[in-house]
């Protein structure tokens, strides 16, 4: 259990920790958030999380509600009080408290910056034997780039998902194309064994283990294309998978119901998986 969080300055214990009911995070979606995943201990590529912060913050002209120093001094003091060593941590940041108005507050109001970790046993974020995803139309707006909290086509895709049995939704654009999971990034694996994912624009979130494991993979000298996909390709693929700060690689089994390849976890994804935990375990940034 997470006993802590922190709110506005304050370590208060989770359950009694709340925000204001004009929090424009609350109302309006007004706000951005990061998750950083963490393994024995360590952060994972937090750095890279912290510049995406940022550039999130930057685009909504929203300022850094502590410096990004103290921040990272926050991180670790609500994993020391909260003894976390697997799992995640949460981090939101909202434009602040203001009566409600869609446009921005005319007098300056601090932003208001929540955290909370999360534990997550290590099988939750290790399922070797691969999940399966649904496909969903993509019908979010056009600057899916930018990690806001207002996520609810990903929350409607994912739930559909996994009504239907699926683990991720994955969502679909107008040509066909994936775009990205509801909270993960697509890959599939070709039959000449190239590792394919679309390329980061507005229309999906440069995922940091996206990032990493584009290092990685170059690392392993397997090749990678960036380029859309399409479901009907995806479907035909010898492997598919999905990354994220929470899934790390998870592969990918079904799409829809129907097998990928003979429906098991095949060698790229589990080779990559491995590396990705072997690189968050070293705690240490790939170069
Ligand atoms: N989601 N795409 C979307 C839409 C996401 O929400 C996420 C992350 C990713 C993967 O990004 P990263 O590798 O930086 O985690 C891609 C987080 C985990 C979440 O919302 O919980």
């Known amino acids: ?78 994993m020391r009080r909260n003894r976390l060593r697997d799992g995640l941590v949460y981090m939101q940041v909202t434009r602040g408290v203001a009566r409600r108005d869609h446009a921005f507050p005319t007098r300056p109001v601090k932003p208001a910056l929540v955290l909370t970790t999360k534990y997550m046993k290590r099988t939750d974020i290790d399922p070797g034997a691969g999940v399966g995803v649904k496909s969903q139309p993509d019908i979010r707006w056009g600057r899916c780039d930018i990690k806001t909290v207002g996520l609810l086509p990903n929350v409607l895709a994912k739930q559909a998902a996994r009504e239907s049995g699926a683990y991720e939704a994955w969502l679909v654009d107008g040509e066909g194309n994936v775009t ?70 998870t592969p990918v089994v079904r799409i829809d119901g129907e097998a990928v390849a003979d429906g098991k976890v095949g060698p790229t994804a589990k080779r990559l998986r491995e590396e990705y935990i072997r690189f968050a375990e070293a705690g240490e940034p790939v170069t």
Do not use: C
Request: proline share 1%; charged share 30%.
């Open 1 to 78: 259990m997470s006993r802590f969080a922190y709110v506005n300055g304050r370590y208060v214990e989770h359950r009694e920790a709340s925000v204001h009911i004009e929090d424009r995070g609350y109302q309006l979606a007004d706000g951005v958030y990061e998750v950083v995943g963490i393994r024995d201990g360590k952060l994972i590529d937090e750095d890279l999380h912290l510049d995406r912060l940022g550039r999130s913050l930057k685009e909504l002209r929203i300022e850094w509600p502590v410096a990004r120093g103290t921040l990272s001094f926050i991180i670790r003091e609500l």
């Open 180 to 249: 990205e999971g509801a909270s993960t990034n697509a890959w599939i694996v070709t039959a000449d064994g190239e590792l394919v994912t679309r390329k980061t624009d507005n229309h999906i979130l440069a995922g940091i283990t996206r990032h990493t494991l584009k290092s990685l993979a170059d690392k392993l000298q397997l090749k990678l294309v960036e380029r859309p996909f399409s479901l009907a390709e995806a479907k035909k693929a010898k492997e598919a998978f999905i990354t994220s700060a929470t899934s790390f690689v």
